[in-house]
């Protein structure tokens, strides 16, 4: 069922338009084998890339889309809906592109940022390790810096050591928004750096892909840095700043997984009010029971209030506003949505619901994913939480 | 290489469409217009030709108000500019009043090669690209899969039951295509947001010098007298199993001579 929109611009309007057009032709008939075969559809992000999806909330004179988040985020709410391995990519590519967008020098910008926002590239984001998730401050990956000369560059730059966990596109990603320890180690948020870094350098290489309970199409590796030469040109931010850059990218990030959770569960909505209409017992249509209809019922509200915070977040977002306690409860509550829609999909579509068939019980193991990933929820309530009281 | 593209708007596929029942003409209220698919190719086409041999590639479609989306659309996908033929007169006119019109509207363009879907999808007549070549007294190269020119000279395959006849002739020359030929692009966001500020000049049948006489319902060719909804597909047999049911399988299928 088409979402009812309130878009901003008539070129947003063509913008929804296109990108529902893309996800119905190119996504909806290989999202089902794509993710039982677990093969990464690169040419699918071409094909969104040349229509310009691979760079809409950054500036035009940069390559971008010059969109608000607003709209970009609908876009990945109709991506993620037919493919999450799509959607999703789209929003760790856009968060990938961050740090250098909001954060890189004038220079750097005018050199990276083209070909970032082309559609040609895909990025990474490379902050979680293993022993520092949610305690993303502990990170342990270094970046020791090099005495002018004797480095990559004149400058000196940086020997990069470590390796990053479950990073989404680990492997097939054109470039790596890199966090590392320039400070001692224990010297905590404060001694972090933000790198960019191609996947082409020497020393860089991506584990097998983990085997997943669900967004199998889209791999999720450690990515290792084995003595990888970073020039000091590549340093996104002063030094010792990155983890501002980390967090300021994931409230940003937030939304996108937001967006895409609602997406996720709007097509779970869906299937389960057509089974509904068309599912037939004790002589009627299975939704003429209250049972079934109430449970509908709930779903639907659950959904459109996600789409509403997340819009409202976004909202706060294009107008300079804060925005981040809004982003983070809008991924809370879309994602812990998505994740109760789904199950309930499942159950009104009954044993169908359970087989591979269709796309229920695949959205249902997406949606877990969601739940976890920029920010795990109970992260999420912290951020609310802490902000709560800040404010007292 | 000046490239004019042919597009026109027809009702959706996936809606229900429908004729009016006063005239019998179609009823371009009660679904939405799309882009004619195979007029896609023929965009995607002339873009090629473009890429490879350079010059511009102009829309000309002819049309109601509404046949603006389309045009928009060909010119998201790339086209430089576009010529909308819009004029009440000629509304309900047939294939060859249509195919006079165009040629008509094609005389106030320069051109090399003019490009088309073979068919539309609403009315189906296959025939305009045929009688467009005729009325410009041009080589009429239809049904082509493939298309290449070189220097003056225009070379297709023209798509047969049997496999393929090649076809060569002098440009400037009129083009159908079918969708063997390529595969469409997506528009892109840039794109769309181009076209707002590309050229549509409109075009009245007084300004193509089209003899208003000779279009529209009253003086056309051919009249709709009748139309009737296809009937509705009969059910299927059902074999019911009863431990047989595989050899009643097959024995349909051997009635049906599949087998």
């Known amino acids: ?392 | 290489m000046n490239i004019v593209v042919l597009v026109k708007q027809v009702p959706d596929t996936a809606t229900e469409r429908k004729l009016r029942p006063e005239d019998n003409t179609l009823d371009r209220a009660a679904s939405d217009g799309v882009i004619n698919e195979l007029d896609e190719y023929a965009i995607e086409e002339a873009l090629l030709l473009k890429e490879k041999h350079g010059g511009e590639v102009t829309v000309l479609s002819m049309g109601p108000d509404q046949a603006t989306d389309s045009i928009r659309k060909a010119l998201s996908m790339g086209a430089d500019k576009a010529v909308h033929l819009n004029d009440d007169a000629l509304h309900g006119s047939d294939a060859l009043q249509t195919a006079y019109a165009l040629s008509k509207a094609l005389g106030t363009l320069e051109f090399d090669v003019v490009v088309l879907g073979s068919e539309s999808t609403d009315a189906r007549t296959g025939v305009v690209g045929a009688a467009l070549a005729e009325y410009l007294g041009l080589p009429q190269l239809t049904l082509a899969g493939k298309v290449d020119i070189e220097g003056r000279s225009i070379r297709i395959q023209r798509q047969t039951d049997y496999g393929h006849d090649v076809v060569e002739a002098e440009l400037p020359a009129v083009v159908s295509v079918v969708e063997k030929i390529n595969e469409p692009r997506y528009p892109s966001f840039k794109l769309i947001m181009q076209a707002k500020k590309k050229p549509v000049q409109k075009l009245t049948a007084a300004e193509a010098g089209i003899d208003v006489a000779k279009v529209g319902l009253n003086s056309a060719a051919t009249e709709v007298v009748d139309a009737a909804a296809a009937p509705p597909r009969a059910t299927g047999t059902v074999i019911k199993d009863e431990g047989d049911g595989g050899l009643k399988a097959a024995e349909f299928l051997a009635a049906k001579k599949f087998i």
């Not at chain 1, 008939?29 to 310009?52: K, L, N, Q």
């Not at chain 1, 107008?319 to 994602?335: I, V």
Request: aromatic share 6%.
């Open chain 1, 1 to 392: 069922m088409a979402v009812e929109r309130r878009l901003p611009t008539p070129e947003a309007a063509e913008l929804l338009e296109l990108a529902r057009e893309l996800a119905e032709k190119e996504l909806r008939p290989r999202a089902a084998e794509g993710e039982r075969s677990a093969a990464f559809p690169r040419d699918v992000f071409r094909t969104i890339g040349r229509a310009g999806l691979l760079g809409l909330p950054y500036p035009e004179r940069y390559g971008g889309g010059g969109q608000p988040y607003e709209v970009y985020l609908q876009v990945v709410e109709e991506l993620a809906g037919e493919w999450l391995t799509v959607g999703l990519g789209l929003s760790v590519h856009t968060l990938a592109c961050f740090p250098v967008a909001e954060f890189g020098t004038e220079e750097q910008r005018a050199e990276l940022l083209p070909g970032m926002l082309g559609g040609e590239s895909l990025g990474a984001y490379c902050l979680s390790e293993a022993h520092s998730g949610s305690d993303a401050a502990a990170l342990s990956t270094r970046a020791e810096a090099v005495a002018p000369g004797a480095g990559p560059d004149a400058a000196g730059g940086y020997r990069v050591r470590g390796a990053k966990s479950w990073i989404t596109h680990g492997g097939v990603a054109d470039f790596y928004t890199l966090f590392a320890r320039t400070g001692e180690p224990g010297s905590g948020a404060g001694g972090i750096s933000c790198f960019h870094v191609p996947a082409s350098a020497a020393g860089l290489a991506a584990d097998p892909p983990e085997h997943k309970m669900g967004l199998n199409a889209s791999p999720t590796a450690v990515v290792r840095f084995d003595d990888v030469a970073v020039p000091a040109g590549a340093r996104i931010g002063a030094e010792g700043r990155g983890f501002t850059v980390a967090l300021a990218a994931l409230d940003s990030g937030r939304l996108g997984i937001a967006a895409g959770a609602v997406g996720v569960a709007q097509a779970a909505l869906d299937l389960a009010v057509e089974h509904a209409r068309q599912r037939r017992q004790f002589g009627r249509p299975i939704g003429e029971f209250q049972g079934v209809s109430f449970l509908l019922a709930d779903m639907a509200t659950q959904v459109a209030a996600a789409r509403e915070l997340y819009l409202a977040a976004a909202r706060l977002r294009d107008a300079g506003r804060p925005f981040g306690t809004r982003a983070a409860m809008a991924k809370l509550f879309a994602t812990d949505t998505a994740m109760r829609v789904t199950t309930d999909a499942v159950q009104v579509l009954g044993g169908s619901g359970y087989t591979a068939d269709l796309p229920a019980e695949r959205l249902m193991r997406e949606a877990k994913v969601l739940q976890i990933v920029e920010g795990t929820n109970q992260i999420q309530r912290l951020v609310i939480g802490r902000d709560l009281l800040r404010q007292g």
